[in-house]
């Protein structure tokens, strides 16, 4: 497998622990700075960030993976 190929099947599984990583830091952090309504602040936070930042990423990676079942759906129509 050559390494462009690699690194596009690692990047959707960087993305998800990526995500975690900033729910879990946003919620340590509202949960320190404000209690029970900090940890709240801090998961409207990250759900805030994580639409933003990592979204469109997810978007791309769900319309590759749509163009690809289309792809096979197409090779096995055109074999049968």
Same mark, same amino acid.
């Given at each position: 497998?050559? &390494?462009?190929?690699?690194?596009?099947? %690692?990047?959707?599984?960087?993305?998800? *622990?990526?995500?975690? #990583?900033?729910? +879990?830091? &946003?919620?340590?952090?509202?949960?320190? %700075?404000?209690?029970?309504?900090?940890? *709240?602040?801090?998961? #409207?936070?990250? +759900?805030?960030?994580?639409?933003?930042?990592?979204? %469109?990423l997810l978007l791309l990676i769900d *319309?590759q993976e749509r163009v690809r079942n289309?792809?096979?759906?197409?090779?096995?129509?055109?074999?049968?």
């Amino acid at each position: 497998m050559p &390494l462009s190929k690699f690194i596009i099947a %690692a990047y959707k599984p960087l993305i998800e *622990i990526a995500l975690w #990583v900033t729910l +879990l830091l &946003l919620l340590i952090a509202g949960d320190y %700075a404000g209690g029970f309504v900090g940890l *709240i602040i801090g998961g #409207v936070l990250w +759900l805030i960030i994580a639409t933003v930042l990592f979204g %469109a990423l997810l978007l791309l990676i769900d *319309i590759q993976e749509r163009v690809r079942n289309i792809e096979t759906q197409k090779q096995t129509q055109t074999e049968s």
